[in-house]
């Protein structure tokens, strides 16, 4: 069985989550704290999470990860077989990583931690994700979901990035990136209504406290 390396509050790790669940693959949950130790890195090369364990070894980074799920569990495909359409899909899910999922990470320590960031981050951050956002409303399909009439891997990028990118706009930057993007709203509150991510929500939730609790023993 695979088993997924990680912590309930890492919305990678979630991504991944989410998708063994979508495509039905059994899978085991190990709890599992990115760091620089000698036992940590001999999990994950460069010490982040996920990370997922076969049958053969180890694979780190989200999105092999995903890719790898989706070759080795075809059934319920997340990427479509026709190469654009897939490439699309790809495309997607990289543009709201680099333009939206990264850019809003440099404000969480202010939004979620309270630790201050520099006014310069935050002027960096506001022009990203104002890029980052306008860049997925001339691309993104939403016919609902982002890259068409099915969920797809950018769906699962989108559900677990822009909800952290909107929260990070409303508590730090002021600026609220869905007023003028009601069908990225409306996708986004029909993937958190998905029973699976409900489930995923819970279990974030749960853990949240122990690990509020390890970030203020390591400042």
């Known amino acids: 069985m695979l088993k997924l390396y990680g912590f309930a509050v890492s919305n990678y790790y979630n991504m991944v989550k989410l998708a063994l669940m979508e495509k039905g693959v059994p899978f085991e949950e190990v709890l599992f704290v990115s760091g620089q130790t000698p036992q940590v890195l001999a999990v994950s090369p ?29 059934e319920h495909p997340l990427l479509p077989r026709e190469p ?35 006014p310069l981050v935050k002027e960096k951050a506001r022009a990203d994700l104002l890029a980052g956002f306008a860049t997925l409303k001339r691309n993104g399909a939403f016919a609902p979901y982002v890259a068409g009439e099915r969920m797809t891997l950018a769906d ?8 952290l990118a909107c929260a990070v706009g409303k508590k730090v930057l002021g600026i609220d990136f869905l007023a003028d993007f009601p069908q990225a709203a409306a ?23 122990a690990f509020q609790e390890m970030i203020r023993n390591k400042r």
Do not use: W
């Not at 699962?156 to 909800?163: A, K, Q, T």
């Open 187 to 209: 996708l986004l509150a029909q993937l958190q209504g998905n029973a699976h991510v409900v489930k995923i929500a819970a279990d974030k939730n749960a853990a949240m406290p």
């Open 156 to 163: 699962l990028m989108f559900c677990f990035s822009v909800d």
């Open 84 to 118: 654009f359409a897939c490439a699309k899909v790809r495309e997607l899910l990289k543009e709201i990583e680099l333009y939206i999922e990264l850019p809003a990470r440099t404000c969480y320590a202010e939004a979620f931690f309270g630790q201050a960031v520099e």
């Open 46 to 74: 460069r010490g982040k999470v996920p990370v997922l364990e076969t049958e053969h070894g180890f694979i780190s980074e989200t999105s092999v990860i995903l890719d790898y799920i989706e070759q080795t569990h075809p």
